[in-house]
């Protein structure tokens, strides 16, 4: 590093006490309660007193149908939402840095969800997806489509909520992709003009020069995505039945319950399923990282 | 040939008009038109234009519902906004300052606990316990701490890889002229970073206000009533109000829109200048 040959005095203005003020902030707020977790989701928790069990609560845990569905909902949600915004944005992104009229009206809308609280998203979606009454049936029975139950038949509702998420994130994922495909210097587009058409541009310069940016769409999407709670809350409750239900939501209903050390325990499951698959994604987009 | 062409750009216009009306407008019609009408009417959910307009008389109705109930939201909210943001910007900035200008050993040490910071879900639980321990449970304090801690990892991502873009002649010139290493970060670094704080303000203020889960498990109590959860207010399962429901909705929007077109042309090159890493 070309750091250690500079002289002290120019890394004195780079004092290590600047750290301090958020490490304090980090450490009380977020990683005392993160380890605090791991020995409380081993007891029988009421937060006035906590009696050591063992692993009884992820025994639970694991053996309740509803709760291992709620596992396997996440990771479901995860992919799918993180996949979509992928696919979707990235040609997105693109049509909103060519030349096309009203562009600057288009990157408007197409953040604005981003701006609407994920509640009140949920509950004007869970009013346009009702199967009799709602606009989006009405739609669709209009030119003879189906009209499903988007949030009352069980095999549909997570994917249904799933959808409504990807309509709500997008902007952010289009805005990151605008960000990579713009600093792409010119001179690679100029080839590409030569070349050929759009297919050249989107395969030979923008897929493989704005990885960065795809990198960082799919970790966010998909961490976001394991972590989900308003949206699921706010449409489904987790319903019909355990339908729907994801871990966080399953961690909330605990905690409701007062069952304490159940919901931690559903906190640190979360996050060894969180780890075990973001960190390895994550050392894999840095070794393959690109510099410009 | 150009007479064919034109036509197939005309007709491309109008299919990407008329697609990106329906997938992103269409939403926000249904909820002002249903903002303004009456009760009766807003309870049918239906997509049509009210037969009577009464938007401003459905805002106010809002506003003063239960005491002012949303008034003391939106004073809640933006307290809680403007305080974390405030934090996050000038804790995450000074990190990024150091861990970028240092990259020692230390800087990557920071640099995985920014990691960890990124993907760890937060221990709910645990911290509802230690909030109640410091008396910071159900404070607005203890709030924009947690908001402050959670969010602070994603604002040192970008203001890290921005960073690689102000060159160091600059502050070692300020070096130079005696200036202090404070004096260097608030007069030379952060005025710099302006477009890297733009996108960190308009995210994290968009998510802190929007948040319902924090406030949820963190901040419950009427008195500490934030903007999302006013929502409930008007939906039980005996007696919906959709019209004050979605009037409730247009009132929300409106501090997070203002903020938006504030910094709208700024947002995307924040994230630029080498800013898209993992």
């Known amino acids: 590093?070309?750091?250690?040959?500079?002289?002290?005095?120019?890394?004195?203005?780079?004092?290590?006490?600047?750290?301090?003020p958020a490490a304090i902030v980090f450490g009380l707020?977020?990683?005392i309660p993160t380890v605090m977790a791991f020995y409380y989701s081993l007891t029988r928790w009421t937060l006035f007193d906590a009696t050591f069990i063992g692993f009884q609560n992820y025994i639970t845990f694991l053996n309740d149908p509803s709760l291992k569905s709620g596992l396997i909902n996440t990771i479901i949600y995860a992919v799918m939402t993180s996949g979509l915004k992928v696919i979707i944005s990235l040609p997105l992104a693109m049509l909103l840095?060519?030349?096309?009229?009203?562009?600057?009206?288009?990157?408007s809308i197409?953040?604005?969800?981003?701006?609407?609280?994920?509640?009140?998203?949920?509950i004007t979606f869970s009013m346009l997806m009702q199967p009799s009454t709602g606009l989006i049936n009405n739609v669709l029975g209009a030119i003879g489509l189906p009209q499903p139950d988007w949030l009352g038949n069980p095999d549909l509702a997570l994917y249904s909520v799933a959808l409504v998420d990807v309509w709500k994130g997008l902007g952010i994922a289009t805005v990151i992709f605008m960000a990579g495909i713009l600093s792409i210097p010119q001179e690679?587009?100029?080839?590409?003009?030569?070349?050929?058409?759009?297919w050249v541009k989107f395969r030979y310069i923008i897929i493989p020069l704005a990885r960065n940016a795809t990198f960082t769409v799919i970790l966010l999407s998909f961490i976001g995505g394991l972590r989900t709670f308003d949206l699921i809350w706010t449409m489904t409750r987790g319903g019909p039945g355990f339908a729907s239900d994801v871990l966080t939501s399953v961690i909330y209903k605990q905690y409701q319950a007062g069952f304490y050390g159940l919901s931690?325990?559903?906190?640190?499951?979360?996050?060894?399923?969180?780890?075990?698959?973001?960190?390895?994604?994550?050392?894999?987009?840095?070794r393959k990282e690109l510099e410009l | 040939m150009s007479i064919r062409r034109t036509i197939t750009n005309l007709l491309r216009d109008v299919i990407l008009l008329v697609t990106f009306i329906?997938?992103?407008?269409?939403?926000?019609i249904f909820i002002l038109l249903n903002a303004a009408k009456t009760r009766q009417?807003?309870?049918?959910l239906e997509f049509r234009w009210p037969s009577e307009f009464l938007l401003w008389a459905n805002l106010r109705e809002v506003i003063t519902y239960g005491e002012n109930r949303m008034l003391l939201a939106l004073w809640n909210s933006t307290l809680l906004t403007v305080g974390s943001v405030t934090l996050i910007v000038v804790l995450s900035a000074l990190v990024a300052f150091v861990m970028q200008r240092r990259s020692d050993r230390l800087a990557s040490v920071v640099g995985s606990f920014m990691l960890a910071g990124l993907i760890i879900p937060p221990a709910v639980v645990p911290t509802v316990f230690f909030l109640q321990w410091l008396n910071l449970y159900k404070t607005l304090t203890g709030m924009i701490m947690v908001d402050v801690a959670l969010n602070m990892p994603f604002a040192i991502l970008i203001f890290r890889a921005f960073m690689n873009s102000i060159p160091r002649e600059l502050d070692e010139a300020a070096i130079l002229d005696g200036a202090s290493p404070l004096r260097i970060f608030f007069s030379v670094i952060l005025p710099l970073l302006r477009p890297a704080i733009v996108t960190v303000v308009v995210t994290s203020s968009v998510n802190i206000f929007n948040d319902f889960v924090g406030p949820l498990y963190f901040l419950p109590g009427e008195k500490n009533v934030t903007a999302p959860l006013t929502l409930f207010s008007f939906i039980s399962q005996f007696s919906s109000q959709y019209n004050l429901l979605f009037a409730d909705v247009v009132v929300m929007t409106i501090i997070p829109l203002i903020i938006f077109i504030f910094f709208q042309r700024q947002l995307v090159s924040g994230m630029m200048g080498g800013a898209i890493k993992g």
Do not use: C, H, Q
């Not at chain 1, 197409?110 to 949920?122: H, R, Y």
């Not at chain 1, 931690?264 to 840095?286: C, E, Q």
């Open chain 1, 1 to 20: 590093m070309a750091t250690s040959a500079r002289p002290r005095v120019i890394m004195k203005a780079y004092p290590n006490w600047f750290y301090l």
């Open chain 1, 29 to 31: 707020f977020f990683l």
């Open chain 1, 97 to 107: 840095t060519s030349n096309i009229r009203f562009k600057d009206f288009y990157r």
């Open chain 1, 110 to 122: 197409t953040f604005f969800p981003v701006l609407v609280s994920t509640v009140a998203v949920g």
């Open chain 1, 188 to 198: 690679y587009f100029e080839a590409a003009r030569l070349e050929g058409g759009t």
């Open chain 1, 264 to 286: 931690t325990a559903g906190n640190v499951v979360l996050f060894i399923l969180v780890t075990i698959i973001v960190y390895p994604l994550m050392s894999y987009f840095n």
């Open chain 2, 22 to 28: 329906l997938v992103f407008l269409v939403p926000f």
């Open chain 2, 41 to 44: 009417e807003a309870a049918l």
